[in-house]
């Protein structure tokens, strides 16, 4: 019969999760087209002297590599002993603290990775190396 309504008082038990799948495959592309460039950005390797350096990271803990291989922390002589428990004291502090390297540019690639490995080891994963404004 044309027009016919029935009028039902039921529950409706079942769950509709097809909103649910659209939000979920939303999320996903936009995670999958995030995680490019996140993966990018974490890849990337600047030399000593660039024209496109960004603008200066302020950090707790600032470690230098001289010619000489010689380390300095936040500005005075330092150890590899003394920098390891700055940086697991600063960590404690803080959980997003950030280690800026700034190292000669003749320095060895050996020593600078030795520095990077030696904030790591000590709980600090966030660091950048530092680098100098190449002047056009």
Not at 89 to 98: D, M, P, S, T, Y
Not at 109 to 132: C, H, P, W
């Amino acid at each position: 019969m044309a027009g016919f309504v029935e009028d039902s008082d039921d529950v409706i038990a079942a769950i509709n999760i097809t909103p649910f799948v659209d939000i979920m495959l939303v999320l996903l592309i936009i995670f999958m087209v995030t995680s490019s460039y996140i993966a990018r950005a974490s890849m990337q390797v600047e030399l000593p002297r660039a024209a496109s350096a960004g603008e200066a990271v302020e950090s707790t803990i600032n470690i230098i590599v001289d010619k000489e291989g010689e380390l300095s922390l936040n500005g005075t002589p330092a150890s590899a002993d003394a920098i390891a428990r700055k940086v697991r004291l600063e960590r404690r502090q803080n959980a997003k603290v950030q280690a800026v390297i700034a190292a000669d540019k003749g320095v060895s690639y050996g020593r600078v990775m030795a520095v990077i490995d030696l904030v790591k080891q000590n709980g600090v994963t966030s660091f950048a190396l530092d680098i100098e404004r190449e002047s056009t």
